[in-house]
């Protein structure tokens, strides 16, 4: 199914993230070296790591399948960011000490893309597994595939229906859904559930950036590799709805703390921007809690947050083993459980055709059908926002700027001059 409307999608994905950094050297680990049996390879007695973060949907009853399958171990370990993960990536890229298979997410890809000689490509037989833009980002200068797609993120509303019901808000999904069609309308909803129980109505400050950033095309770079950060209206714009109007009613400034998790669950806040993979975030953190459920909405339409790949170091000590367990993550049915597990909207085609995909519903959010909502919300975006080599760091240091009003360190116009002068030294 490779629907025009799907194909748009994957443009969100656009590639991005920080400054140069220098890689050399090479490495290997400590495995087995695979035999060679009846002309195949024979990866009995193998073991992989797997590294990732948040949430996947790689449970370990999943990872127990492949074993059962090829023979290989895998030990899963998992960062708790994004952020984590990309610094201990550059650190060790080229190097020595990465895991066999590791996840790239989209807002530092375009900085991984700049080493693409140091992955092993993908087989030439998966071309064409992905979504169009999903495999043109990761192909490099000479035509190799060198990652393998993951998941994208069309984002719904979750919300906590028994709090809104106490704010005499409306709780079903589809008139939630009608609430939030302008990121105004968001606010003003947002004002009256703080007015009415005096608690914050949105998790997070920065993830209504991020909501918002997402939506425009150019944001910090432009296509032709020029800065356009700190004169770019846009960014000024959405910097200054985000303080004046989101940070009132925000539990905190950005998403992963202790704390935040444990709001999961407590009930601190009401609402949540959802991108699919969020979904398993929320259910995995706050097993025991009722209420939550998700609306087929978002404010201006639709929007895309993250996104990610696996990738193979091509200097690893099991590369063979390594591409086969990639290939076995990012194979459709098994994105398909992915999914199921952890609510990882899939990027491959015969994924996106599958009826299972199309009829899938979540117990957890009050069996909502997940998989249509999440297909009309990966429909629903219309802008593929454009993410160069350094909007990781951009995009962190603006972050910056909202907390530091939100902790009450500087004011909204002190803030953002400290933001354009960290701009002018990248």
Avoid at 77 to 102: H, I, M, P, W, Y
Avoid at 142 to 155: E, H, K, M, S, W
Avoid at 231 to 244: Q, R, S
Wanted: proline fraction near 4%; aromatic fraction near 10%.
């Amino acid at each position: 199914m490779k629907s025009r409307a799907l194909r748009r999608i994957g443009l969100i994905a656009g590639a991005a993230t920080t400054t140069a950094i220098v890689l050399a050297g090479c490495a290997g680990g400590g495995t087995p070296t695979p035999s060679e049996s009846s002309g195949e390879q024979n990866f009995e007695g193998v073991e992989l790591t797997l590294a990732t973060f948040n949430d996947f949907g790689y449970t370990d009853e999943l990872l127990a399948e492949f074993t059962e399958e090829t023979g290989i171990k895998v030990v899963h370990n998992k960062a708790a960011t994004s952020n984590d993960a990309r610094a201990n990536f550059f650190q060790k890229l080229g190097k020595s000490g990465l895991a066999d298979v590791e996840a790239v997410e989209i807002d530092w890809f375009a900085e991984m893309m700049q080493y693409a000689d140091l992955l092993a490509p993908v087989s030439d037989d998966l071309k064409g597994r992905w979504l169009d833009w999903k495999e043109a980002a990761a192909t490099d200068g000479d035509g190799n595939l060198v990652a393998y797609g993951t998941d994208i993120g069309p984002q719904g509303i979750c919300y906590r229906a028994d709090l809104f019901e106490e704010a005499g808000l409306p709780t079903d999904r589809a008139e939630v859904a009608k609430l939030f069609p302008t990121w105004d309308a968001f606010f003003d909803v947002a004002d009256q559930y703080k007015e009415k129980t005096g608690q914050p109505f949105i998790d997070s400050a920065n993830a209504v950036l991020q909501g918002i950033l997402n939506q425009e095309e150019i944001t910090y770079e432009n296509t032709d590799g020029s800065i356009v950060a700190t004169e770019n209206p846009v960014v000024k714009e959405a910097y200054e709805t985000v303080v004046d109007r989101a940070v009132p009613v925000a539990a905190y400034a950005g998403q992963w703390s202790e704390d935040w998790f444990a709001s999961l669950a407590s009930g601190e806040f009401a609402t949540m921007l959802c991108p699919g993979w969020m979904l398993g975030v929320i259910s995995g953190n706050a097993p025991d809690t009722k209420g939550w459920d998700i609306a087929d909405g978002f404010p201006g339409g639709g929007g895309n947050w993250g996104g990610s790949y696996l990738v193979v170091p091509a200097n690893g000590a099991n590369v063979a083993a390594a591409q086969k367990l990639a290939d076995w993550l990012t194979a459709p049915e098994t994105q398909i459980k992915a999914f199921t597990n952890a609510g990882t909207f899939p990027s491959q085609n015969d994924a996106l055709a599958s009826p299972e995909l199309a009829s899938a519903t979540n117990e957890y959010f009050n069996d909502a059908p997940s998989g249509e909502i999440l297909t009309n919300r990966a429909n629903a975006i219309t802008v593929a926002p454009f993410k160069g080599p350094k909007y990781f760091q951009f995009h962190d240091a603006l972050q910056n700027a909202v907390t530091r009003v939100f902790d009450g360190l500087e004011d909204k116009g002190t803030s953002w001059n400290t933001w354009v002068t960290e701009v002018s030294a990248f």
